[in-house]
């Protein structure tokens, strides 16, 4: 059962929250960091995902808009302490630095 637009985006919503690098790093060490472009609407992103839009996220990929967080990415956010917004799309964990 697919869930209304409205709902999806509601639920989305409710799991977004701020997350810090320390608590950040063990999802990256388990390979599940997505990182989203500043630019991107990070819900927008998330619920691509969650209605396997798979259209919609292979061309944020292609755009560099999405992409799996690398380690220099982590190398940089440890070193700034960075702040993130995140919202977790199994098994991803979907981040926008602050």
């Known amino acids: 059962m697919t869930l209304p637009e409205v709902e999806v985006q509601d639920l989305l919503n409710a799991q977004t929250g701020k997350i810090g690098w320390p608590e950040l790093a063990r999802h ?45 990415d982590a190398i940089g956010w440890q070193e700034k302490g960075s702040e993130f917004w995140a919202v977790v799309v199994a098994p991803w964990v979907l981040v926008q630095e602050i």
């Open 28 to 72: 990256f060490a388990r390979g599940v960091v997505i990182r989203v472009s500043s630019g991107q609407d990070l819900l927008e992103v998330a619920e691509s995902l969650i209605q396997d839009r798979a259209s919609d996220v292979e061309n944020m990929y292609e755009q560099g808009l999405l992409r799996r967080a690398l380690d220099d």
